[in-house]
T-cell receptor
Framework: NAGVTQTPKFQVLKTGQSMTLQCAQD?????MSWYRQDPGMGLRLIHY???????DQGEVPNGYNVSRSTTEDFPLRLLSAAPSQTSVYFCASNPTGVRRFYGYTFGSGTRLTVV | SQQGEEDPQALSIQEGENATMNCSYKTSINNLQWYRQNSGRGLVHLILIRSNEREKHSGRLRVTLDTSKKSSSLLITASRAADTASYFCATDPITQGGSEKLVFGKGTKLTVNP
């Protein structure tokens, strides 16, 4: 099925551990982004990419790292997990070039708890 | 920083009634989008309205945009229990040098009672 696939769906980390949240899309979308969703805060942009090899920071990038080596994949790395990073993480994609005519396609999310 | 702010934060109605949600934003935009999120799920795109459009329809959804007031509304007609979800507006702001950032509001939680 075409869409955005996120893995894992759930994860518990200890403070200080590192991990990578995976995001893959099979729609040949150039634009990909990561958001975090916290209660009462809506969605906040972490990092985004407009194509392979190009990434940029969003609103809340501290503590996170991204890379974009292929069009399909956009992993999000937590360098040293902190309890403040407990959140639900969403990956979204969009076909750049017509981005202003089409909405984003979201993955189903990764629920991360840092203890 | 939040660009769009939805109002009300929560709305409870009976099946068959209409539901209206509002969104206000602060800066000039290229477009405004509405998304639905069912509990524990990802966001689903509902409708996009460009800055030069005033009204758009999709099935039971009607979206209006007033750029002079920097506001939008989402109307769901003849609501169903399956419409129970959170609804988010998102704006594509016009920025110097171009923008690649969609900015979301905090959402309206809609409950449709059978």
């Amino acid at each position: 099925n075409a869409g955005v696939t996120q893995t894992p769906k759930f994860q518990v980390l200890k403070t200080g551990q590192s991990m990578t949240l995976q995001c893959a899309q099979d729609m040949n979308h150039e634009y990909m982004s990561w958001y975090r969703q916290d209660p009462g805060m809506g969605l906040r942009l972490i990092h985004y990419s407009v194509g392979a090899g190009i990434t940029d920071q969003g609103e809340v990038p501290n503590g996170y790292n991204v890379s974009r080596s292929t069009t399909e994949d956009f992993p999000l790395r937590l360098l040293s997990a902190a309890p403040s990073q407990t959140s639900v993480y969403f990956c979204a994609s969009n076909p750049t070039g017509v981005r202003r005519f089409y909405g984003y396609t979201f993955g189903s999310g990764t629920r991360l708890t840092v203890v | 920083s939040q660009q769009g702010e939805e109002d009300p934060q929560a709305l409870s109605i009976q099946e068959g009634e209409n539901a209206t949600m509002n969104c206000s934003y602060k800066t000039s935009i290229n477009n405004l989008q509405w998304y639905r999120q069912n509990s524990g799920r990802g966001l689903v795109h509902l409708i996009l309205i460009r800055s030069n459009e005033r009204e758009k329809h999709s099935g039971r959804l009607r979206v209006t945009l007033d750029t002079s007031k920097k506001s939008s509304s989402l109307l769901i007609t003849a609501s169903r229990a399956a419409d129970t979800a959170s609804y988010f507006c998102a704006t594509d702001p016009i920025t110097q040098g171009g923008s690649e950032k969609l900015v979301f509001g905090k959402g309206t939680k809609l409950t449709v009672n059978p």
